[in-house]
């Protein structure tokens, strides 16, 4: 199985300020990685998948990047909406794991 | 429009048995790729299970052998049936279907999740 590891486990950004997101794959999964965003209550979001494609509807300020093991998702300025858990999910092999969370709180 | 209804959850005891159900609109889901995911309490998420198109079923490791998918074409729904339930299988349980047709890996719509919890 895949380990995905996520960093940091929390992120205080200021409102408008850039934000930088790490994920971390145990062996290489090419660019085969999902980020999706989760706010309380509800059900996750698909924001990026094959690590740099934009989902449908996702603003631009946000971009993912990376390949092989180390992945960036990157929202360069923070709108309120966007405080929330962020996670990572590799699609390379069977199980489809993910990574433990990113909290992006207002600093 | 791409809609997802997860049913079936509730309180059921240690060993006890399950069935979710999740009713897709919008779509045909013979056709594509379908999981479903869980999230324990506070936690994060964890991968359950796929059907894909052609029919095969993958687990994840703390499931296989209790946990089984499967779908009914007919009524576009998908199943998982839940057996010698534990404890630790409490959790919000999602229904999610692959962005692509294609089957990326990547689940680009998902249901608002039905609440299983294990306990006596």
């Known amino acids: 199985e895949i380990v995905m590891t996520q960093s940091p486990a929390t992120l205080s950004v200021s409102p408008g300020e850039r934000a930088t997101l790490s994920c971390r794959a145990s062996?290489?999964?090419?660019?085969?990685l999902a980020w999706y965003q989760q706010k309380p209550g509800q059900a996750p979001r698909l924001l990026i998948y094959?690590?740099?494609t934009r989902a449908t509807g996702i603003p631009a300020r946000f971009s993912g990047s990376g390949s092989g093991t180390e992945f960036t998702l990157t929202i360069s300025s923070l709108q309120s909406e966007d405080f929330a858990v962020y996670y990572c999910?590799?699609?390379?092999?069977?199980?489809?794991?993910f990574g433990q969370g990113t909290r992006v709180e207002i600093k | 429009e791409v809609q997802l209804v997860e049913s079936g959850g509730g309180l059921i005891q240690p060993g006890g048995s399950l069935r979710l159900s999740c009713a897709a609109s919008?779509?045909?889901?013979?056709?594509?790729?379908m999981n479903w995911v869980r999230q324990a309490p506070g936690k994060g998420l964890e991968w359950v299970s796929v059907?894909?198109?052609?029919?095969?079923?993958y687990y994840a490791d703390s499931v296989r052998g209790r946990f089984s998918i499967s779908r009914d074409n007919s009524r576009d729904t998908v199943y998982l049936q839940m057996n010698n339930l534990r404890a630790e299988d409490t959790a919000v349980y999602y229904c999610?279907?692959?962005?692509?047709?294609?089957?990326?890996?990547?689940?680009?719509?998902w249901g608002q999740g039905t609440l299983v919890t294990v306990s006596s």
């Open positions: 094959d690590a740099i």
């Open positions: 059907i894909f198109s052609d029919g095969d079923a």
């Open positions: 999610a279907r692959d962005v692509s047709p294609y089957g990326l890996g990547a689940m680009g719509y």
């Open positions: 999910q590799q699609s390379n092999n069977w199980p489809g794991t």
């Open positions: 062996q290489s999964i090419t660019t085969a």
């Open positions: 919008g779509f045909t889901v013979s056709s594509e790729y």
